[in-house]
């Protein structure tokens, strides 16, 4: 006999959580997909993702997920044997290079482990020590979704600037839009990917490509280029089917109306702080639970400045994670995240690793009752760990400023709303 029967909570790092409102939306007929509403609905879509993205430039939507969109960059921005240099930070860097050299490219890696952040100065010195400027762009993940890292976007942009090197920056914000603060023009990122099924709290299908002018320029002659991936198109239809090149995601294009509409209510600024606030109400419970190394319990991650606001990756030894997990999905409802890329697959140490996501619609009860569930999980199978890690997380929650408050400290920080396109 089982606890978990209620609603269960999937707390992997995508497919997020889906809104009621957004599941809602997406409950009713098909419509004209030649003209009409669907002419209006698709140019909105395009006009609010902008405004997520901080940006006013170009974007691209796709029917795919997040490995499609590394193909959509890959194939307009390079010809065969160009350059990209790709800063590894964990498994979803490692997947857009590998994608790069099996389409032709030429890639370079700098590779930064998996316990830290893409350090600028190496990529200053990389980029500089190129001199012929063979390197076309610079590829990095905002948040590498397996080791839960954090890139700082614009450090890595000053950078490329201090090196005087015209490499474009491309970023996978596939785990961070909506969940994180990410301003793509202010940063001066020249693209930027994403997916529907993350923080933009809809079903698997959908991909974002958002490229400056800049980039769309320097481009133009990219030989990589076939006609579904092209993003001329895309970025400029006459009709509503060259948006997708093709039928469009109908009930998708519904489900991210709603998403875009909640995303707008709740306003950016609120919205990161919520992710900042839980996922530091996770950490407080590792630390409590590892409580200084006397438990095989830890963060990946030991500097909070590099830790991702929206998937959070752990360890507790001795394969304790996987029987955590187990019990959690058969005792409490709640699914946590594979480790991801920390040991071959396979073996004895993969069992080692686990995250927990809180990206996209997500809140104070969800978060603590995960972490509930996962002290209780703990004592159930008797894996030993510190006292006081669900109340510590409750400390950081009770210390949260609401999203009043938030607003009147963040006067200068645009509300997606308020972001002219
Ligand atoms: C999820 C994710 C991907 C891959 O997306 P899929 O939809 O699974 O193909 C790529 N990059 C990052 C950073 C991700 O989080």
Redesign the pocket.
């Given at each position: 006999m089982s606890l978990a029967h209620g609603r269960p909570y999937l707390a992997i790092?995508?497919p997020s959580v889906m809104p009621d409102r957004v599941l809602q939306a997406m409950h009713r007929a098909a419509p004209n997909i030649y003209e009409g509403d669907i002419e209006v609905l698709a140019a909105g879509l395009v006009r609010d993702l902008k405004k997520v993205a901080l940006t006013t430039q170009h974007l691209g939507i796709y029917i795919?997920?997040?490995?499609?969109?590394?193909e959509a960059v890959n194939s307009n921005v390079f010809s065969r044997g160009e350059t990209a240099l790709v800063l590894g930070t964990g498994r979803?860097a490692d997947?857009?290079a590998d994608f790069a050299r099996r389409m032709g490219i030429h890639v370079e890696v700098i590779d930064f482990g998996l316990r830290s952040a893409a350090d600028p100065a190496r990529l200053e010195a990389a980029l500089r020590a190129d001199t012929g400027h063979k390197i076309k762009a610079v590829f990095v993940?905002?948040?590498?979704?397996a080791t839960s890292v954090r890139n700082d976007i614009p450090a890595l942009r000053r950078a490329i600037d201090a090196a005087g090197h015209p490499a474009l920056l491309g970023v996978?914000?596939?785990?961070?839009l909506a969940c994180d603060e990410f301003r793509m023009d202010d940063w001066g990122v020249d693209i930027m990917?994403a997916?529907s099924?993350?923080g933009l709290m809809v079903p698997?299908g959908l991909?974002f490509l958002f490229v400056s002018d800049k980039a769309y320029k320097q481009c133009q002659n990219a030989d990589l280029r076939t006609p579904y991936w092209d993003w001329e198109a895309r970025f400029f239809p006459d009709y509503v089917y060259q948006y997708f090149c093709g039928t469009s995601p109908t009930h998708h294009m519904f489900g991210l109306r709603e998403s875009l509409d909640m995303i707008a209510e709740e306003g950016l600024p609120a919205i990161w702080a919520r992710h900042a606030t839980l996922s530091r109400a996770v950490w407080a419970a590792f630390e409590a639970w590892g409580d200084h190394g006397r438990y095989d319990i830890a963060l990946n991650l030991a500097d909070p400045a590099v830790r991702s606001h929206s998937?959070t990756a752990a360890r507790i030894g001795n394969g304790q994670a996987q029987r955590l997990r187990g019990w959690l999905e058969a005792e409490a409802g709640v699914t946590l995240g594979i480790g991801l890329g920390m040991a071959e697959p396979g073996t004895k140490e993969a069992d080692d690793f686990l995250r927990v996501a809180h990206m996209g619609h997500v809140n104070a009860h969800m978060t603590l009752g995960a972490l509930g569930a996962m002290e209780a999980g703990m004592h159930a199978l008797g894996i030993a760990h510190g006292a006081g890690g669900l109340g510590a997380a409750a400390q950081v929650i009770a210390q949260h400023k609401g999203s009043a408050h938030t607003k009147m400290q963040d006067t200068s920080v645009p509300k997606a709303a308020d972001v002219p396109v």
């Open positions: 790092p995508g795919t997920n997040g490995h499609g969109m590394w979803f997947g857009w993940t905002h948040m590498d979704t996978d914000c596939i785990a961070s990917i997916a099924q993350k698997p991909g998937v």
